[in-house]
C-alpha cells in the first residue's frame, strides 16, 4: 500500500492492514515535524510539502518493490502527507512486515534513505507567512549511497 494524503492518518488503522500470522517481525519509521533546530532566530510553525503525484507514487512503488524483493518483506506500507502539516504532526510513516526482525528493520531504514533522496517530494518551512524551501542534505544523500550494492544486485 502506497499513499499521499492532505490528511493525518491513524497509526492503529494502518497496523491493522499489515497484520499477520506470518510476520514475526514489524518495523515502523514514523517522520515528524520539529522545531528548526538550525534556526535560532526564527520558530518554525508548520512544513509545507508539495509533490506531483503521479511521478511520486511510481518512484515509491519502485522503492517499495525492491525493498520487499530484496528483505523478501511479507508487506509494506508508505504514507506520506502533503500540504501544510503542523509542528508536531506525522510527515510519513513506514511499515514493514517480514518473518524476522533484521529484513524487516533494514528495509526500513533503505526505503526512508531512499524515499528522502528519489521522491518527488519538496519540502518547505513556514515562518509566519514566510515559506522557506528546505534543500536536500549532504548526509541524506550520503544514506541514499550507502545502499547501491542492494539496488544493483
Known sequence: ???????????????????????????????????????EKES?????????????LKQLDKIRTEAIHKWNLNNCIIVHRV?????????VFIMTSSPH?????RSNEFIIDQLKTKAAFWKFS????????????DKDLEKSLKWKDVIDN
Open 1 to 39: 500500500m502506497i499513499k499521499i494524503t492532505n490528511k493525518d492518518f491513524s497509526l492503529d488503522d494502518l497496523y491493522s492492514n499489515i497484520k499477520s500470522h506470518r510476520n514475526g517481525a514489524v518495523s515502523i519509521f514514523l517522520g515528524t515535524v520539529r522545531e528548526d533546530i538550525f534556526n
Open 44 to 56: 518554525i510553525e508548520a512544513i509545507f510539502l508539495e509533490c506531483y503525484e503521479n511521478l511520486a
Open 83 to 91: 500540504g501544510k502539516i503542523p509542528l508536531g504532526d506525522k510527515i
Open 101 to 105: 526482525r533484521e529484513e524487516s528493520i
Open 126 to 137: 513556514q515562518y509566519g507567512d514566510d515559506l522557506k524551501i528546505v534543500r536536500a542534505k
